[in-house]
């Protein structure tokens, strides 16, 4: 655990809780910009809210108050790759011709037909 996690969770500790009770807003800012940093750097709710010690969604609330949405972000869907399949052609004379394409294959054969 780093200095400033340490520091947060210290922090958030003296802090008497219980229903109806805030926490300090200075304090609220601090912890909203450190879990900032940490999701965007991969970190999950959960992995947050155990590094400071929180038994509830708390901070996931204040950021999400403090303004990080969960919107809905544009993807682009591309076609799955499908593999080309190749075709060798062999002929009673013992000629081959390997890695032709289906339509390829079918085109050889009605010109030696």
Do not use: H
């Not at 999950?44 to 509830?56: H, T």
């Not at 708390?58 to 949405?69: D, L, M, P, Q, S």
């Amino acid at each position: 655990m780093d200095k400033e996690t340490a520091i947060l969770r210290r922090d958030l500790g003296r802090v008497e809780t219980g229903r109806g009770r805030r926490y300090p807003a200075e304090l609220r800012a601090r912890v909203v910009t450190w879990a900032r940093g940490r999701r965007a750097a991969g970190a999950s709710w959960e992995e947050i809210k155990l590094e400071l010690g929180q038994q509830f969604d708390t901070v996931r609330r204040w950021c999400v108050e403090a303004g990080e949405t969960k919107a809905l972000v544009p993807v682009r869907v591309v076609a799955p790759r499908v593999p080309v399949r190749t075709l060798s052609v062999v002929s009673p004379g013992g000629f081959r011709i390997d890695g032709l394409t289906p339509g390829e294959a079918a085109a050889l054969l009605r010109e030696l037909g």
